[in-house]
Nanobody
């Protein structure tokens, strides 16, 4: 599956952004799909995903209550709505997919090694 992110940009703290990830080449029905982010010098971290097993959503603790992941099956697209953004949310955000989902932790590990990735989109939160 080929993934292309869009929607990044610069906002002030407290602002909102909505990222989108358009998939092609395969239907997202077959994949657990989610978002990671990375800042220079740090490891890429998983922040949200939607399970392909039961549609449940999972979030990194630091974004719970502020970020919301959703999937548009008709458009074969996944979105990440980010609210109450903080400077520490500044990162390159990546969309990623992997067909295997057994748990949040297992999916994060699996997709880092075997998953399909988009090219990333920059999100900058600054005063």
């Amino acid at each position: 599956v080929h993934l292309v992110e869009s929607g990044g940009g610069s906002v002030h703290p407290g602002g909102s952004l909505k990222l989108s990830c358009a998939a092609s080449g395969d239907t997202l029905d077959y994949y657990a799909i989610g978002w990671f982010r990375q800042v220079p010098g740090k490891e890429r971290e998983g922040i949200a995903c939607i399970s392909n097993a039961d549609g449940r959503t999972y979030y990194r603790e630091s974004v719970k209550g502020r970020f919301s992941i959703s999937k548009d099956n008709a458009e074969n697209t996944v979105h990440l709505e980010m609210n109450k953004l903080k400077p520490e949310d500044t990162a390159v955000y990546y969309c990623a997919a992997d067909p295997l989902f057994t748990s949040w932790e297992a999916w994060v590990s699996s997709v880092l090694e075997f998953g399909s990735w988009g090219q990333g989109t920059q999100v900058t939160v600054s005063p």
